[in-house]
């Protein structure tokens, strides 16, 4: 039970990890003294941990789901906002990634003119982020969908090259039809329904065509902000001609926030016409995003571009989780909620890892990174780490979300799907040991260091998130107990 | 034929219309005039549903789209301002090259492949002013 006191805090605290984004995005914006920006930026990050430890202890134990009504007026005409222990988990996930990329930043950048207008967008994307998470009413999220992807293109666009322009204008494209596909779903399901409330649409959706209609208009969108297989092709030129920290950020958390808005309409509001063949339909494009992913990764010819590739395999696994969740609702769950938290870390800490190689080298091509493991010794390090979570090797937080995903995919009757896991995780291998090789083999030349950006300082945060891959790992029996048991 | 099912049959046009000019059409501006048609279709469908009497009109589908009118209305003034600095880049790499343009939307793909340390030294410097 929360007693009366704590559920005053709570309904105070809950609009904090939107506001407190939006607040330190505006006062970036106003204040031009980059320290100043530096100071709050740091300081907004850790009260964000803050808020979301106490929204993750008071949810994971208590199993409740706590809503806030917005000014008090309530579902139909208000918005709510609510917090369970699923979103509380994302939540902890984007603060604890985000004050890590915040850290990077910091340093990354160094005295840039392009950092002036890299924080007060920074934050609007962490607002959005958060605002997808903790939002809970079809529109809500539209608008929290546009300025996610409107701050993401931004980010991309500050780099300022001619390949980033125009990665940015295709993902600004993408980004716009896919919300306006979404926008198009909630336009259907006003006019059948009348409410735009989570709660109250899975109350009233019934199995109609209005419903199914409604729900494939929003997954084609959220597919391609997802860039799950086919839709893909935006990401790859996106992610890797963005500036590091954006590379990190929009890996480890936009994908997921798309992702996110997809899993709650499939399995939480509009569950009622969801059909095994739908489902199906979206493991096998999954599991094609798997091996074509890895495949592309394998072939890159430049570093970011090779873990961009990562991305868009790492996708396909947690799509192909859908058929399974479908027949085996609890395991799968904890497995996708693992393998976004895994993935999630393990990304960021290596697109961080792939920008400190790039800024001191001047280039990410790679032929020419042989032997850069003596002079990069704690980037290569962060990056054999990570894609030991990558690949799923025992103890990381990959190798436990593989196996739950392989458990349910045993006991749903599913075993088909047991072999993308194991080839997935093969072709993983493949790719990320390529750089490795590379990065220990000598070189017949030697490697040209710009001496001013050479700094691996910058990377300790990136060195914590690459722990806190292994440590979900180690403790897995205890966090998915957490995890199960807030479900129910 | 009642206003409303008018407003809903026009909307599926436009809707109609802005999806063929977004898939079809290869060039910068008329994307983003075709992504604005499919918004206006929506509000159209959206603003259908308010009236289902004379007398009692819905605020809420209002409230929608003068949202999202805001939202539209900054996701083109982003996409007009990126097409604007795609363009003078390019000029100013032809205008130096004097090579074709290659700016294709098209073929991004291959964009990222392009990127070679020394194959675009006059980009490197410039950051979005």
């Known amino acids: 039970m929360i007693n009366l006191e704590l559920s005053i805090l709570l309904d105070l605290i809950i609009p904090l990890v939107f506001l407190i984004p939006i607040i330190t995005a505006v006062a970036c914006f106003v204040c031009d003294k980059l320290t100043f920006n530096r100071i709050i930026s740091g300081v907004s990050a850790f009260i964000l941990i803050g808020v979301s430890l106490v ?18 007026w309530g579902a139909p005409l208000g918005i709510d906002l609510r917090v369970n222990g699923l979103i509380a988990v994302m939540i ?10 915040t850290i990077y930043s910091m340093q990354y950048f160094s005295k840039d003119a392009i950092e002036q207008r890299f924080w007060p967008l920074w934050w609007f994307l962490i607002a959005a982020i958060n605002g997808v998470f903790v939002s809970s009413d079809v529109f809500n999220t539209y608008i929290m969908l546009e300025l996610l992807g409107l701050s993401a293109v931004s980010l991309i666009a500050l780099q ?16 716009l039809f896919g919300s306006l596909l979404y926008l198009l779903g909630v336009a259907i399901l006003y006019r059948t329904y009348g409410v735009l409330d989570y709660q109250l649409l899975s109350l009233q959706a019934a199995d109609t065509l209005n419903t ?16 799950l297989f086919p839709l893909h092709f935006w990401l790859p030129v996106a992610h890797s001609n963005a500036s590091a920290p954006v590379s990190a950020i929009l890996s480890a958390l936009v ?12 399995f939480d509001v509009l569950s009622v016409v969801v059909g095994y063949v739908s489902v199906t339909l979206i493991g096998i494009l999954g599991g094609i995003a798997v091996i074509y992913g890895s495949y592309r990764a394998f072939r890159a010819p430049r570093l970011k571009l090779l873990v961009a590739f990562s991305t868009v395999a790492q996708v396909g696994y947690l799509f192909l989780a859908f058929p399974l969740i479908y027949v085996d609702p609890e395991l799968a769950r904890t497995a996708v909620i693992y393998l976004i938290v895994a993935h999630g870390c393990a990304k960021a800490a290596m697109f961080m890892a792939a920008g400190a190689i790039q800024k001191a080298l001047g280039h990410d091509q790679l032929d020419l990174i042989h032997g850069i493991a003596t002079k990069f010794p704690v980037s290569i390090f962060i990056f054999a780490v990570t894609s030991a979570s990558l690949i799923g090797l025992p103890p990381s937080g990959g190798f436990i979300a593989k196996w739950l995903l392989l458990n349910s995919a045993v006991t ?15 072709f993983a291998c493949a790719y990320l040991f390529r750089v490795l090789n590379l990065a220990f083999t000598t070189s017949e030349k030697d490697l040209i260091l710009d001496t001013n950006k050479h700094s691996e300082t910058k990377l300790l945060s990136a060195a914590i998130l690459s722990g806190i891959t292994i440590i979900i790992g180690l403790n897995a029996i205890w966090i998915t107990d957490l995890i199960a048991s807030s479900q129910s | 034929m009642t206003q409303s099912e008018l407003y809903t049959a026009c909307g599926v046009v436009l809707l109609a219309i802005g ?4 898939l079809t059409r290869p060039d910068f501006i008329r994307k983003i005039l075709a992504l604005n048609v499919i918004g206006i279709s929506i509000f159209m469908l959206l603003i259908a549903t308010a009236v289902f009497d004379i007398n009692i009109i819905d605020p809420v589908p209002h409230a929608m789209v003068l949202t999202g009118i805001v939202v539209a209305a900054a996701g083109t003034a982003l996409g007009l301002n990126l097409a604007s600095k795609i363009t003078k880049l390019n000029k100013s790499a032809r205008a130096q090259d004097n090579l074709p343009s290659v700016s294709s939307i098209k073929s991004s793909e291959n964009l990222s492949t392009e990127n070679q340390p020394n194959a675009s030294p006059q980009n490197k410097g410039e950051s979005l002013k």
């Open chain 1, 55 to 72: 929204l993750a202890s008071q949810t994971l134990q208590s199993n409740t789901t706590i809503v806030v009504q917005v000014g008090g």
């Open chain 1, 92 to 101: 902890l996930m984007s603060a604890v990634i985000s004050t890590a990329i």
């Open chain 1, 160 to 175: 300022g090259t001619q390949n980033a322009l125009n990665a940015a204008y295709q993902y600004l494209l993408v980004g």
């Open chain 1, 212 to 227: 199914q209609l409604a729900l494939a208009t929003m997954t084609l969108g959220m597919l391609m902000k997802c860039a």
């Open chain 1, 255 to 266: 994908v997921k926030a798309a992702f996110f808005i997809l899993f709650t309409l499939w």
């Open chain 1, 412 to 426: 749903s009757h599913q075993w088909w799907w047991v072999l993308i896991l194991f080839s997935g995780g093969l």
């Open chain 2, 19 to 22: 999806l063929i000019g977004f």
